[in-house]
């Protein structure tokens, strides 16, 4: 027979808060037992086995349990890239797919191929300070770039407007390698951080 535990017992038990355990009983995700006195007690395999069935955290949510492993994962990937899972994901999306969504809905738009080339710059410009800023140096990465999935460029039809954008960004690649440029990022940086707080 298995072991049958108070509320609060089983909340102790798989280390959340005793409301957790609570609102899981009144849900009817966790079952009880109802002694012969009015007692209500949890049967500890039976709670356990459909608080698995009924809840996600299978896919990491399911108390101070997994969140530390949530946690620990995340820092895995900190460590190893410099920056947080969900924000090099968003950094390389902008690197791989905006480019050539904003050269074709200014097309769509009516705009010339040469502003066309100038806001793609700019957005390429801005992907670049953003994944400077945002990036953490660790032992194993030194260059935020050798992480990021490369850039896809938009092609032009014009030679010179193509000639223009190509060099407009690598232009952005050499000053962001500077000391102005690391200069001007950590200033960014810092400026961001003054404004969380």
């Known amino acids: 027979m298995s072991t049958l535990l108070t509320l609060s017992e089983y909340a102790r038990a798989i280390g959340v808060n005793a409301s957790t355990v609570s609102r899981g009983v009144a849900r009817g995700s966790i079952p009880v037992v109802v002694l ?69 809905n200014m097309a769509v738009l009516g705009a010339a191929e040469i502003d066309q080339a100038r806001a793609c710059v700019a957005l390429s410009n801005m992907t670049g300070y953003l994944a400077t800023m945002v990036f953490e140096e660790t032992r194993k990465v030194r260059d935020w770039r050798t992480v990021l999935q490369e850039e896809i460029h938009p092609t032009f039809t014009a030679k010179d407007i193509q000639a223009y954008y190509a060099q407009n960004v690598s232009d952005v690649e050499n000053w962001l390698d500077t000391t102005a440029g690391q200069e001007m990022a950590d200033l960014m940086l810092d400026a961001g951080m003054a404004a969380q707080r």
């Open 36 to 104: 012969a006195d009015g007692r209500r007690m949890i049967d500890q395999a039976a709670a356990n086995s459909a608080r698995w069935k009924n809840s996600n955290i299978s896919r990491g949510h399911g108390g101070r349990i997994d969140r530390s492993i949530r946690k620990q994962s995340m820092w895995k990937v900190k460590a190893e890239t410099g920056y947080e899972p969900s924000t090099l994901a968003i950094i390389n999306v902008l690197r791989t797919w905006w480019p050539e969504i904003m050269q074709k």
